[in-house]
């Protein structure tokens, strides 16, 4: 086995060999050498419970044998071969997929990230109908591809400068000045009047139903119902993004469920391979004749990711992922509300669903609430939990754990987060025993 060298000499070599736009989250980051479920551990053995997941992903737990068994397996078997031949693992898949898909999406495309899932949805969208234009939200995320990064709605991520300008953004269903349904109500009249301007130029609107990078924005639930007959009476179709929603987080297999719409094409990543590059795109059979250009991905339905992927909708209906993610969703949340009671002018508002929750928090100015938000963040790492931070101002915490997480590890999580905004708001220093 390679020897493990220290985080400093990780931290030195990225700092020399990586681009230098490479992200932090933490002041001092742990160097991560090992994973168990809900739990990772640094090269000193220290043990950190994941409320992160890495960004909703592990969603079955770190290397849970019950899915690494079968993606070893099939290592062994065949590793790849092009979609020219016959394998079975993709069509299992693909089969799969179809039994969890709502209404008549049925057919699937697999490729290899959440971008190129978008990506292709979209492409999908202009060949199906012939128009070039897309809408989409205000703080919402898609990707780092040309095209998905100019529906993105988050000005952190548009870091092109060439960006399709055939993309009209509506206001997001959320305003903390307004209730949510006036806030719904104002976006769907900002989607109203792109629609009469220039529907019949519009593909698609692409949406997150839950945004995550956005700062977990879950909408009025009549809010995609309305959206999509909009859009319907226009012919413009509705893409869900469901990259980081998808497969139980929310309580439900896909969020879109929530709001009772089958939106015509829906794009999966992260928890499908549960850590194994794996995305896709599904559509219904009318749609899907659309893309009728050659579109051959090499990596996409690879033996390995898709035996992979299997396992992981084997664990989630045997474990019953969504229930769990939704009961265990709303235990995290009342702990989150009364510390909210606790709190009030400092956790500004908790929001989400299942467990993909959000606490925004307020100290001030923008700065100040980013740097809380760090502080935050980087106390409950040395306390031992891992979590994460989104929203436009980068002051929401994100709560996104694997969906294998127990009542005990939420509890840990709320007495840590208890401890840390005390510490801080006393203004105290970290006490040397965290
Ligand atoms: N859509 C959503 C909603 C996402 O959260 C992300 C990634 N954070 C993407 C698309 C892009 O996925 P990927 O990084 O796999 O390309």
Same mark, same amino acid.
């Given at each position: 086995e390679k020897e493990i060298i220290g985080r400093e000499a990780v931290a030195a070599k990225r700092k020399q060999y990586f681009y230098?736009?490479?992200?932090?989250?933490?002041?001092?980051?742990? %160097?991560?050498v090992r994973g168990s479920m809900q739990h990772v551990y640094d090269e000193n053995g220290k043990k950190y419970t994941d409320f992160f997941a890495g960004v909703s992903v592990v969603a079955c737990g770190h290397c849970n044998p019950a899915i690494t068994e079968r993606t070893i397996h099939q290592l062994q078997q065949l590793q790849h071969t092009t979609t020219i031949y016959l394998t079975q693992p993709n069509v299992d898949l693909a089969e799969r997929l179809e039994k969890v898909l709502p209404g008549e999406?049925?057919?699937?495309?697999?490729?290899?990230?959440?971008?190129?899932?978008?990506?292709g949805a979209m492409l999908l969208?202009?060949?199906?109908?012939?128009?070039?234009g897309f809408i989409a939200l205000e703080s919402g995320l898609h990707g780092r591809t040309n095209l998905t990064m100019s529906v993105t709605g988050l000005s952190m991520w548009r870091t092109d400068k060439y960006l399709d300008e055939d993309v009209t953004f509506i206001r997001r269903p959320y305003d903390p000045e307004l209730t949510p349904a006036q806030a719904a109500e104002r976006s769907l009249e900002d989607l109203k009047k792109v629609l009469e301007e220039?529907?019949?130029?519009?593909?698609?609107?692409?949406?997150?139903?839950? %945004?995550?990078?956005?700062?977990?924005?879950?909408p009025e639930l009549s809010y995609f119902r309305s959206v999509k007959t909009l859009l319907d009476q226009y012919g413009v179709l509705l893409i869900a993004d469901e990259i980081q929603t998808g497969f139980g987080r929310t309580g439900a297999?896909?969020?879109?469920?929530?709001?009772?719409?089958?939106?015509?094409?829906?794009?999966?990543?992260?928890?499908?391979?549960?850590?194994?590059?794996v995305a896709a795109f599904a559509t219904n059979d009318d749609i899907a004749r659309s893309l009728n250009t050659p579109s051959a991905s090499t990596f996409g339905g690879n033996?390995?990711?898709?035996?992979?992927?299997?396992?992981?909708?084997?664990?989630?209906?045997?474990?019953?992922?969504?229930?769990?993610?939704?009961?265990?969703?709303?235990?995290?949340?009342?702990?989150?509300?009364?510390? %909210?009671?606790?709190?009030?002018?400092?956790? !500004?508002?908790?929001?989400?669903a299942g467990l993909m929750l959000g606490a925004?928090?307020? !100290?001030?100015?923008?700065?100040?609430?980013?740097?809380?938000?760090?502080?935050?963040?980087e106390e409950m790492k040395d306390r031992g939990y891992l979590?994460?931070?989104?929203?436009?101002?980068?002051n929401v915490l994100a709560f996104q754990p694997p969906l294998v997480i127990t009542e005990e590890d939420i509890g840990g999580l709320l007495q840590a987060l208890a401890g840390t905004l005390a510490r801080i708001l006393a203004g105290a220093a970290p006490s040397a025993d965290v």
């Open positions: 230098p736009c490479t992200q932090h989250f933490y002041r001092n980051s742990p %160097q991560l999406l049925r057919r699937t495309f697999f490729v290899n990230s959440g971008s190129e899932a978008n990506e969208a202009r060949l199906h109908t012939g128009r070039k220039k529907g019949d130029t519009i593909a698609a609107m692409i949406a997150e139903p839950i %945004q995550g990078n956005g700062g977990m924005i879950l297999m896909f969020a879109m469920e929530h709001f009772g719409v089958v939106p015509d094409i829906i794009t999966m990543a992260k928890a499908l391979g549960n850590g194994v590059p033996p390995v990711s898709a035996a992979t992927a299997l396992a992981v909708l084997d664990y989630i209906e045997a474990e019953r992922l969504p229930e769990r993610a939704e009961r265990l969703g709303a235990k995290l949340r009342e702990g989150l509300l009364d510390l %909210q009671r606790s709190y009030p002018g400092t956790i !500004a508002d908790v929001r989400g925004e928090l307020r !100290a001030g100015g923008a700065a100040e609430n980013a740097a809380l938000t760090d502080e935050v963040l979590i994460g931070k989104n929203g436009v101002g980068r």
